[in-house]
Each structure stands twice: as structure tokens, then as C-alpha cells.
């Protein structure tokens, strides 16, 4: 009984940090930049769009698609470190925890 009720413990302890964890989230900003660092956006780590900034030279009628181009691939790499982000955060949370492999908490 001793047992169940450490894990009960356990379980409700990781469960405040997760609550913690998911507000700090909220206000961790990442970076995404293509073509340079030509087009950059920026994100929370949760994945909402805060910003885009755009070089004054790509703003060339003839060129829109290059430059629809260059803000989708900085919001991909934004994303990809806003992932990497919550990764790193949730291998620190639960370091020593018993979590089977494979089971993805976000």
C-alpha cells in the first residue's frame, strides 16, 4: 500500500509541474528564419505564430511565390524548435520517472 501511495504522490507531483511547464510554454518564444535570415518568424514553443519580419527586397511583385515560400519554410523551422523546445522541457520534467518508451505526454 506503502508503494501505491508514492506513486499516487509521484503522479500528482509531475502532474503540477506539467500544469507548470505548460503556462511556461506559453511564453517561451522561438525563432525561424529561410532564405538567409531574409523572412524570420517567431513563435511561442506551443506554436503560436507572434510574429513575421520580412527584408524590404523581397517585397518585388513578380516574386510572391518565392517569398510565400520563404515565410513557410520559417514557420517550419520555428515549429521544428518550438518542438524541440518541449522535448528538452519534458526530458527534464520527467528525468527519473518510470514513463514506458515510446509514450508521448504533448
Do not use: C, W, Y
Not at 522561438?30 to 524590404?56: E, Q
Not at 524548435?81 to 527519473?96: D, H, I, P, S, Y
Amino acid at each position: 500500500m506503502r508503494d501505491l501511495m508514492g506513486i499516487m504522490k509521484q503522479a500528482q507531483a509531475m502532474q503540477e509541474k506539467m500544469a507548470s511547464l505548460q503556462e511556461e510554454l506559453d511564453h517561451v518564444e522561438v525563432s525561424g528564419a529561410s532564405g538567409g535570415g531574409v523572412v524570420r518568424v517567431t513563435m511561442t514553443a506551443k506554436g503560436a505564430l507572434k510574429g513575421v519580419t520580412l527584408d524590404p527586397d523581397l517585397m518585388k511583385p513578380d516574386e510572391r511565390e518565392i517569398l510565400e515560400d520563404l515565410i513557410v519554410a520559417a514557420v517550419n523551422d520555428a515549429r521544428a524548435k518550438a518542438e524541440a523546445t518541449m522535448q528538452e522541457r519534458m526530458q527534464e520534467l520527467t528525468k527519473g520517472l518510470p514513463i514506458p518508451p515510446g509514450m508521448n505526454l504533448f
